[in-house]
């Protein structure tokens, strides 16, 4: 069964820095690989996906994500944040073919200073 | 286009109370998903439909919670007896060209 790792709980950053939140998936073959936003009292929310091809992907709100076959990773990068990117972000892997069980990390928080 | 629609968006109800959540998926989804999303906690996967059928319920507790989706649409999520560790969002999804999944904006149940 395949397993997602996000292993920062908070990331606290300032407005206009830069952002990478990390993600790791143990699995024995490239999965469909996402990253989901989610503000407070609100669903998820797609911010981008990998299925295959190109490993730096682009997404909504200015977010890209990396992936990494060798490091089993998928990290989620913004060049400048802004304090409406404070939310939850949840990273999830989905198994190609078969019945297409998600599974989703713990997800991270992060926390926007003026 | 018009999103996931659940309802309520708010419950609150004693231990051993049963209760029961809607969910609408986007206009020709096949795939429907039902999530249990416990506070500080990653979405968790409680059964997955394709159209009308079970592709996967391994995770839920099938002696209290039960789910259908008559006619591949609408589908409800039942809860009988509640117990307080139930207390969480119940978030809905839905997919056309799996696994891209749109969600809801969930129901989120307090049990006392």
Redo the contacts between chains.
Sequence with gaps: AQS?T?PDIHITVSEGASLELRCNYSYGATP?L?W?VQSP??????LL?YFSGDTLVQGIKGFEAEFKRSQSSFNLRKPSVHWSDAAEY?C?V?PPGG?????????TSLIVHP | EAGVAQSPRYKIIEKRQSVAFWCNPISGHATLYWYQQILGQGPKLLIQFQNNGVVDDSQLPKDRFSAERLKGVDSTLKIQPAKLEDSAVYLCASSLSVPEQYFGPGTRLTVT
């Design positions: 997602v996000q469909y996402f989901y009292g609100q669903g998820l929310q797609l996906k949840f999830a989905v019945s297409y069980i998600p599974t989703f990390g713990r997800g």
